[in-house]
């Protein structure tokens, strides 16, 4: 996919003059499976967005247990720790598969804020969709019960099932992959 293409046809910025200088400004980054964008403690210099591949957030419990906090998969998904981009990140980025991620420096996010108002629209368009997304999880992990949740998953997260580590999807869910292997089998056996 060509950038002006992410830009005006995934991110949905319809001012080529704001395409053409993000597009002066984007670096795209290659990522392997296992590479870090981010890691927890690192301030963002750049904001960053999927192209391809599969990224999960990473944060640590009480005992340093890994935990799959988030999972982006879709083109277009800021590939970002935190809803503030000017703190520290929360969590880490890492890649579950190849991924190609365009990265802008965060001073030119700022000057074309500024210069282009229409991008406070995308910005806050992407902010109700980092928190509904998050909201939906949350609201999955804690009222849903264990068959539900990975239901949940499989329709928020179309054909994921089959591309990365179970173990990750079961961190993600709030259960043990023994649990997850088994509502698998169950939603085998009834279809």
């Not at 290659?30 to 927890?40: D, N, T, W």
């Not at 965060?106 to 000057?111: C, D, E, H, K, L």
């Not at 539900?148 to 709030?174: C, M, T, V």
Request: proline share 4%; glycine share 4%.
């Amino acid at each position: 996919m060509q950038l002006y293409d992410f830009y005006r046809n995934i991110l949905q910025i319809t001012e080529d003059a704001a395409i053409e200088e993000a597009i002066k400004a984007t670096e795209i980054k290659v990522l392997h499976r296992g590479e870090y964008l981010i890691r927890a403690g690192e301030t963002p210099t750049q904001m960053c967005f999927l192209m391809k591949g599969i990224i999960r957030g990473i944060m640590l419990d009480l005992n340093g247990k890994d935990i799959t906090d988030c999972i982006m998969f879709r083109c277009g998904d800021p590939v970002m720790p935190d809803n503030d981009i000017t703190q520290p990140a929360s969590i880490t980025l890492e890649a579950l598969a190849d991924c190609e991620i365009i990265c802008i420096p965060m001073a030119t996010i700022s000057q074309l804020l500024d210069k282009y108002p229409s991008l406070s629209d995308l910005y806050r368009r992407l902010l109700v969709l980092s928190v509904n997304l998050h909201r939906g999880l949350k609201i999955a992990t804690y009222q849903y019960t264990a068959a539900q949740r990975y239901e949940w998953f499989l329709k928020e997260y179309p054909g994921l099932i089959d591309q990365i580590s179970h173990k990750y999807i079961a961190s993600l869910l709030n259960m043990t992959p023994v649990t997850l292997s088994r509502m698998r089998n169950i939603l085998k056996q009834e279809k």
